[in-house]
């Protein structure tokens, strides 16, 4: 398989939810047409952002379909789902049915419960599911903060090459430069490396990243085009600026109580997305207008991503 | 509710597998048999030991039937699975799959991918799956080292009494025994504690424990009876003894690899349940070899299970 | 040379202070009436509560002569000094002196900037330090939370075995009871394991322990020693409630900010040993008076330590 | 005091010892020169490569005479020590000396045995010990692999900010860029940000970063000088080359062990430092000679700092 090498920015979506927190997806059309009309190039669903893990496999199945539905005949946009979780019969049953509905790709992360006593094992499970895709580009995603298994990825694309043939690359979710230089750099670029930390991409790009998967690209799309656009004409003073705008808004879901604090920010630029489903805390009425305040004072409506004018989302 | 407190010894019973990694079911009656006949009093199913979280949702409810069956004209031997997972609505499905099949009561641990912020999102997810099946007993399932979740049960029990009016008490695999004393006395004992570590057995009893769940209690329950016995007896010599041996048991699964050893002392005893699914790591043929002696070093056979002669399992 | 097993409480003693941060050893006397008085045989000083890191050396050996110098004729009153740090110099310096003034023992724990990288390396560093000091008795100071420095003792005590002949035992401050119990049946109880959670020496009597070290016996010995006075009348109720006040004696330091809240209990019996040094926090005036109100809650001036009658402090 | 912003490399030399592991300091005369040699302008004396935490407060003094002296009429030459540990009457007593030794600024880690349990805490440390240098450069040696005191420097801005009027800025030797950048920004740029992770140097300079302190320096400065000199000229490929062979460099550090890897570096360009006192391991005569081809395998010998040509150390 030709790994491709995708450029750009890729959103990993939240999960729309009613009120009871049931799925909402009849907002996924005017969900895909935002991040189009924001320069996004592509989705990363059921991830972290997506709360993969707080959904049952039929409901994971819907939200591929709905996704698949929005895209089907959009090549340029590319959807993964994350197939991952404990029990690799699952994982696999989603990765079949990735490819059923004509998603571009499937990601897996290492079990989290028992976790690989080893790099091997890691590859050994990896090995599983690829396998049962084998026409499909496969990503590994790395977030050890979320699994607790922290393997370098330098040590898996060593056990991996040439033996999982679908390997792709890997959604680099954890902060650690040398491991991933070393990655861009294995085989002389081999494999696509995505990078995953929004409030860093700036050290990422100069270390020659060239496509990331991010959950503040939902909300603020523009204003990370703004900074790969300095960063590639060589302004990297100009970067920094977009990037420091970026962690000011970041550390705004410190403050509020983390994750769920993404659904907020959707909220203020009119795309609702529902709640959190436990065991994810999200903010109290009370907590949501001094979230407000704190962005407006950050600028927030200045950088965020915008609403199509003809949204089916009213 | 009126909460009982179970006494004596509960199994975790290891899910039979065959060769290649599917259910083998039709082992559970001996297995059921085998744990009768040495004394063992219950069976917590589809927890660590019986890999819950490596299943599906439909294999899981196929082990439920089958220890439902086995046991279902036998009032004083209880089982309760494991419904825990990171999905909710799975657990309360299964929650209610584990009423619908008449068994005892429910357990249910911690999400281990997001982790409850605080102990009062922690008793709110409870709260959710408890209040699905109102006329069960629930425990909660603490085993930190797993889930990541590390909350003291006697917060947690402050934070759940009279909210959770199931709620039963706590499986607690974890050795601080200034929380788990404080939670056998809290209410004058009003919880079942239920102690989950067996390598500790003897502290837990010094402190008040009277049940326990483990999973080596499968393959030595003659041993923890015998300790249990001394114990009683007020002969803490004899019983010291006991916990010596079991402690030796237990250091060679951390000298062959961890919780999959486990299988590896039931084939030695007889009971042929297969191997551990990824990401754990089995033993192999040589590793087994060299196991099987130290198993003969620290005298195994003197103290393990033993097949019940008439046992259905040839 | 032949190994002693210590028997009964020994306490761990704050040192000190003025107002002003430097020592007040003057007390040092009636500290040493006040905790005979109340059945203590032994103190281990300069360790964590006697704040040993945060002295310079002159301090750490003015302490060593105070100490030595109000139990010089008492045979039966042992004092072992922590020489323990992160340069092995100073510790063998401070060890010899330890010895010059007639101590009984010296206490090592593992140097906690630099870490040893295994076992080996372990017991290479604690052979040095003992090597200093070969007539005297020599412990190790077991204490993962502080130094980050875990292996078990079970594999120390078989490294140093036959190698460190002044290898005396164990201060073991840890809760791994399944090492515990190995570490006391090692070579027929060959070492010397003395206790070092006040929280949970219940269950470590019952698993065999003899000794203890203490900074709660500072306060409340009478407590302590009526605890094991049930425990080894084969009262066990009795002596759980004991523990149980404990628990909630020591709650308290957790509610109150860690460590410096011992020597906020030793005000309320009346010994004055002045605050903690930075970078331990104390307690602000205002918290004194809530804390002074918890300890009545839980009627600590029952079961604390007396001063007696004729203390030499005013 | 008017913050300096200090801009090029700053090598953290390593404590030269004889073979009996005490000091070697006839050594540092020639090491300045080699420095000097190799375009670097300051030494970070006594931090973790010097070993400061291993050293008696006499010997830490010896070894700010011996740079003091060498470096004495050199006002390009910055030389500035790390006073920490976990007694502050010792720092501020190296402080003193440092100040009275002529070398030009101080550097302080959080106490690392007992830890600031916030960074109110902190700031409170810091400041006790800066207070007693007020016109020398402080410097925070932010380091949480080693210490475990893990807060934001970003918060330590904020908290010290206008309160330490020495507080000159952070050692940053941790890899948390978004923490970097804000601090990086603080005030516009009010506090010198020193970078101190030689793997990653080049998402540092990208970040804005000008001056770092490394141990690889010592052995391998002309590969960073020309990473450096790369960066500024806009070739990104070409600095990120120079950081893929400084990452190979210090991989081996890992595969042999850690930090005392660093010394055998400096044996292979003809500077023997000798070892790392214990409880630091340091390579067997047979790992040496593995290391050495490795060593020769990343072409070492192309990059390394050079010795020069009429050094004091034949």
Redesign the interface.
Known sequence: MKIEHLKGLIAAPFTPMHADGSLNLSIVPGYYEMLKANGIMGAFICG?TG?G?????T?KKKVFEAWASVSKDDNHFKVMPLVG??????CI?LAKYAEECGLYAVAFT?????????VQ??A??CR?VANAVPNMPFYYYHIPV???VGFTMFDLLNEIDDKILNFAGVKYTH????DF??CL?FKNGKYDMLWGRD??I???????ARGSVGSTFNYAAPLYNELIASFEQ?D?EAA?KK??QS?DM??LLGKY???ATGKAYMKLMRLDCGEF?????NMSPEQFQLFKKDAEQIKFSIFCSQMPAASVIK
Do not use: C, H, W
């Open positions: 972290s709360e893990v707080s959904m049952t496999q409901e979780g404990t029990s690799l019969n699952d049953e290492a079990p989290f419960y028992f976790k690989p006593a080893n094992v890691l050994e499970t599983k979320l699994t607790g902060e650690d430069f040398m230089l070393s750099n409030e860093n700036l050290a990422a790009l100069a270390l020659g060589g990297l920094r990037q420091q962690i970041i550390r109580g983390g994750i489903r436990l065991p994810v805390r």
